[in-house]
């Protein structure tokens, strides 16, 4: 499952879970992260994107709680969304409801990958 991970234009914030991701250990353990570099003119290869390639479904929730961490380490960070097919989740504040949004919309998404819906 690929999750791909933007922050609506704060390559600084991206670049920065991204490192966070890299830093955590259950992240490393069960996931395969693939940095995407802007494509436009001036922007001089920006962090524009993260894939993260998931090896479970239960590693989902681990790249949710890794969320969590750095939101509350950066109370002043900018939204997050998480993306998977046609399904995203903008995330504000990292609140618990926001958090398993990101959990459920995905795996939902998943679901309907997997049934050729979507």
């Not at 940095?35 to 993260?52: I, Q, Y």
């Not at 989902?60 to 046609?86: I, K």
Request: charged letters at 25%; aromatic letters at 6%; hydrophobic letters at 45%.
């Amino acid at each position: 499952m690929t999750i791909t991970v933007s922050a609506a234009g704060d390559e600084i914030a991206l670049s920065d879970f991204y490192q966070w991701l890299c830093e955590d250990l259950e992240i490393v353990r069960t996931a395969e992260l693939r940095p995407r570099a802007a494509k436009r003119t001036g922007h001089m290869g920006a962090l524009e994107l993260v894939d993260v390639v998931l090896s479970n479904a239960t590693a989902l929730g681990s790249l949710a709680l890794a969320y969590v961490s750095w939101r509350r380490a950066r109370p002043e960070a900018p939204p997050l969304t998480f993306a998977r097919n046609q399904v995203s989740v903008v995330v504000v504040d990292g609140s618990a409801a926001e958090v398993q949004r990101i959990v459920n919309d995905l795996v939902r998404g998943q679901n309907e990958d997997a049934d050729g819906d979507g």
